[in-house]
């Protein structure tokens, strides 16, 4: 029996043994929304065998000028039930990759590109691995138009509320865990019902799919309680923002290719990596930090990057160099600050690979520690045009998807700069 | 010797009732394919088989009654399935659910000849493969895994190395083995791809089991409980 086919069958079967009622096909859209297909047991076999065909026309990023129709193609790999809901409910998920009618990968389907792009590295030798640390919050409920309420303030001394969010941190890692989702830690953050789980390392593609998993399961176990989570890179000025920073390292015959006996135990492959992406930072951030949102973010004293430099301790840098335990070596890794937590985690992870990669082909030599090479975009205006001028955009993304978001980011800007603040009218009003 | 007591379900007529008269064995007829009405028909010693016209009652049901009866603590002795030609496609995956089955229409000598022969062989009849180890058990034919009771919801790759390891107690197996035995074939990860897969097996585990798979530093992966290093 082939590969394909006993997964199918373990697919199949676990269906029937365990009571599954629906299955869940799982995608993401171009700006990294999870979107879904409920189908039940009886229309599984012909998903699993040839996939759901839909019209792509209705999803962001997938639509096209002649053929919109598409397939979403279950990766078997992924079945998983999901623990969230009640016993015996009997609902499982599985991820999709999405593809032409004519069966070859679809240019808007973001899990592709990463995949195209891990595929690229590893013609090099190179397997690339990721673990997020991923910020978000807990708000009382999300109104579109109001200022959120963190759940554990408004009250400081209240320990009912403080309660709340711990428990639901505790009761979200145990989910996780529960779904093969390995959790380094998780933490109270900085602000006011703000929270951070940290990740356990995986290659890219997993991780990707972990990052829409996480997400979804927060939000699920938050609204259950009554409460809300948000993602959004900057929901409440003044306090920080939530980030997505993600160590990286590569691997090259199940070696850590960045341990050497360069600077900080770094190897020349390492300080290549990181002048790569120190050099095309600018230009991945429109991917990176795709929102209006996210570059309230990346502002000077908030804890986050604001200019295109690495460091070893300098916790605003964008590109920080961890120091290794001892004994730890192959934890050796370097840690790329600037995506926030509602970043397409597919894309994002491919262009930060790409950006790496291409200082190691492209020879590039490391700045010194704490030289500023550029500045960060400041808005998403200037984030999407540095993007629009990157071949090593191009290259990594394709011109499909290139030219579809830089459509959707240039009217989602234009939107936002139509719009008088309420900043302007307190400041400007009585002055003017 | 005792007379055979032969589930029958729903009915027992025409060239099924002749091939039970030729082979000299008892139907015992459940109209339903309820699990109460059969319990209530059972021999103190136990049927010795059951014959399950499947084109006679909805496919579905006539598959869970399959399941539930090999999931009795006590068996049944062997499964013959009656079918419909047209229902042969839906035997893909299920081939583990029953011991024979005869399409219709039924011919007495050779609905006979199978009812006999499976009858014969039910003396060495095995229940479905296992792999046990503690608190660890693994149906290798419903693909299921308990630890202590608990159904484990795994992936398929999660299963896999799962059943890879408790198949080879207390022997030490290196990354690359357990990838290349496991997995046999191409994977993002390379061999870290084994230490996420452990981790998230740990997890599933729970705490309490998770030592079930050790690390041995520097070398690779074990289960079970042993600290000796077989080879």
Not at chain 1, 242 to 259: C, P, Q, V, Y
């Amino acid at each position: 029996m082939s590969f394909m086919q006993s997964q199918a069958q373990y697919v199949l079967r676990t269906v029937e043994e365990r009571g599954v009622r629906f299955v869940q096909l799982w995608f993401t859209d171009v700006l990294g929304r999870h979107k879904a297909f409920h189908v039940t047991p009886a229309e599984l076999e012909d998903a699993l065998d040839q996939g759901m065909t839909f019209d792509g026309s209705a999803i962001d990023g997938f639509s096209r000028t002649t053929e919109s129709d598409l397939l979403a193609r279950p990766d078997l790999t992924t079945f998983q039930l999901l623990p969230w809901y009640e016993p015996g409910a009997g609902v499982a998920r599985v991820f999709c990759d999405i593809v032409n009618i004519d069966g070859t990968p679809f240019e808007g389907c973001p899990r592709q590109q990463l995949r195209s792009v891990l595929d690229n590295a590893r013609a090099q030798g190179f397997t690339f691995f990721v673990a997020p640390e991923i910020e978000y919050f807990y708000f009382n409920d999300l109104n579109p138009g109001e200022r959120p309420v963190p759940i554990d303030r408004g009250s400081y001394f209240d320990l009912l509320s403080d309660d709340t969010a711990s428990q639901l941190r505790r009761q979200t890692v145990l989910t996780l865990e529960e779904m093969g989702i390995g959790v380094e830690h998780a933490q109270h953050e900085d602000a006011p019902g703000q929270h951070e789980i940290d990740l356990r390392y995986t290659d890219a593609l997993t991780m990707a799919d972990t990052v829409m998993s996480l997400r979804h399961v927060v939000k699920e176990l938050a609204r259950q309680s009554g409460v809300a989570a948000s993602f959004m890179p900057k929901p409440l000025a003044h306090v920080q923002g939530s980030g997505m920073h993600t160590h990286l390292s590569l691997w090259r015959d199940e070696k850590n290719a960045f341990i050497g006996e360069h600077t900080y135990g770094l190897s020349d492959l390492a300080a290549k990596f990181i002048a790569g992406l120190v050099r095309h930072a600018p230009e991945i951030t429109a991917v990176t930090n795709q929102w209006v949102n996210s570059y309230k973010r990346l502002v000077p004293g908030a804890e986050a990057p604001v200019g295109a430099e690495w460091a070893r301790y300098d916790s605003a840098a964008l590109v920080r160099v961890p120091s290794v335990k001892p004994g730890r070596i192959d934890s050796t890794r370097v840690e790329y600050r600037s995506p926030d937590s509602a970043a397409n985690p597919y894309l994002a992870f491919a262009v930060i690979l790409a950006a790496g990669l291409r200082g190691v082909t492209g020879n590039y030599e490391l700045p010194r520690e704490g030289q500023r090479t550029a500045a960060l975009p400041q808005s998403l205006a200037e984030a999407v045009d540095l993007m629009e001028c990157s071949t090593l955009m191009q290259e990594t993304l394709g011109s499909h998807l290139v030219e579809w978001f830089l459509r959707n980011k240039r009217a989602e800007w234009d939107a936002y700069r139509v719009q008088v603040t309420p900043f302007e009218l307190e400041r400007y009003l009585p002055l003017l | 010797m005792s007379i055979d007591v032969v589930l029958c379900v729903p009915s027992c007529e025409g060239p099924v009732r002749k091939a039970f008269d030729v082979t000299g064995v008892t139907p015992a007829i459940a109209a339903t394919a309820r699990m109460n009405e059969i319990t209530a028909l059972e021999p103190t010693d136990g049927f010795s088989g059951a014959v399950i016209n499947a084109a006679a009652i909805p496919f579905t049901e006539a598959m869970s009654l399959c399941r539930q009866l090999r999931q009795r603590e006590r068996g049944v002795g062997p499964i013959i399935l009656l079918l419909d030609h047209y229902q042969l496609d839906d035997l893909t995956f299920r081939e583990d659910l029953f011991d024979d089955f005869v399409v219709g229409p039924y011919d007495v000598s050779e609905l006979a000849t199978r009812l006999r022969h499976r009858l014969r062989r039910a003396g060495n009849e095995s229940v479905a493969p296992r792999v046990e180890h503690a608190e660890l058990s693994m149906n290798l034919e419903t693909y299921q895994a308990s630890i202590a009771g608990r159904v484990m919801d795994l992936t398929y790759m999660e299963y896999e190395l799962l059943r890879f390891l408790a198949t080879n107690p207390n022997r030490v197996f290196t990354r690359a083995t357990l990838l290349s035995r496991v997995w046999g074939y191409e994977y993002y990860g390379g061999a870290r791809t084994v230490d996420v897969h452990v981790r998230r097996l740990r997890a599933k585990l729970g705490e309490e089991y998770a030592h079930l798979i050790q690390t041995v530093r520097s070398v690779g992966y074990k289960f079970g409980t042993s600290t000796e290093y077989g080879l």
